[in-house]
């Protein structure tokens, strides 16, 4: 069952985004003067609005991309390869349709100092690449969550939902994508018993899935230029139209920092459920946050981690990262409502049963706590 379709906004304040989509969890479509003045608008593409191979590859050549097989299965996704981003143009050049090859999760920012983009305002409080990039000036080898993604007509993304319940947003280059969200809490109907997911919305087994067709889902079409906030929690599938490059992160802040926490908590019980044969073994508890890390990326160690290298910056010690967010998140209400946020996720923290069971975690979350606790009279006068 298809939904209305989401809100599009010409203009919109980072107040208004805050109020009436980030807080309320739901998406929205940013129409093109919201990327108007990006340099990948004007170099990436052709006149006639299609994907300028030409110099495309004269700057990222001989880089070397992800690229996945649209036509095949691996798990919950599509099989994936590497290869040059030469060879992946050549490809798709001569097969645009006959092999659906998507160079996609690429972290081509950091192949190239040519700078394609800077997030809209509305979009630039994300803490989850701020921590990436202080863990990277650190000497921690940090990641990012800054993709580009290419591909021809039919080049797809199968149903999923966002690493550790984070935001995204994505924003077309050029050409056009198909897009079908689904409102959260609707998990039973798109499940079988044994916890998977179905892969493809179009063509899926009935039988596994016998009430999908009660699913209720929001169809969108996103132009050129436009760019599409999809909120914490909602699955998602995604297709291409016609040949297209868009720019994607994954990104979070004060606003999703709940789901997040949610997420973690739900994929520790699946793991240990998963381990529950050997929960009798030594230092399980450790083993399945071990394990808990290699399938989600971050574990409860590394969550608290990321927050209290949030508290560093919103308490004053690392302040200086913040001034990549526009200058709403930087007023004094922002932060403390921020730091508020902060202090409810770790108190949760410390009543979660699973926290006492890692070694010195306690002490970490309190450690922290008293940090925010400490800075309120400073931002409150």
Known sequence: MSLQEIERREQLTVHEFVRDFLVPNVPVI??????SDWPALRDWVTEEKTPDFDFLASLYGDCTVPVAECDTIYFSDQKRTEMRFSEFIEQWRAMPEAKKLYCKDWHFTRDSAYRAYEPPAVLSNDWVNMYCDMKGKGGGGGDDFRFCYLGGRGTWTPFHEDVWRSYSWSANVCGRKQWTLVPPG??????DGLGNWVHDLRAYDATKFPRLNELRTIEIVQEAGETIFVPSGWWHQVVNLEDTISINHNW?????????????????????????????????????QGVLKADNGMNYAEFVAFIDAMVDVYAGKERGWLQAADA????????????LKIDAVLGRLLDDPETTRISGLCNAISQTRSKVQLSFPLKTG
Not at 186 to 191: D, S, Y
Not at 258 to 279: G, I, S
Not at 330 to 339: D, F, H, I, P
């Open 30 to 35: 940013l129409g093109p003067s919201f990327t």
């Open 186 to 191: 609707q998990n039973a109907l798109f499940t």
């Open 252 to 288: 979070g802040n004060e606003f999703n920092l709940a789901c997040m926490c949610d997420r973690l908590q739900e994929d520790l019980r699946r793991v240990r459920w998963a381990l529950r044969d050997v929960a009798d073994m030594d230092a399980f508890d450790e083993y399945a």
């Open 328 to 339: 709403y998140f930087r007023t004094e209400e922002s932060v403390r409502g921020a730091l």
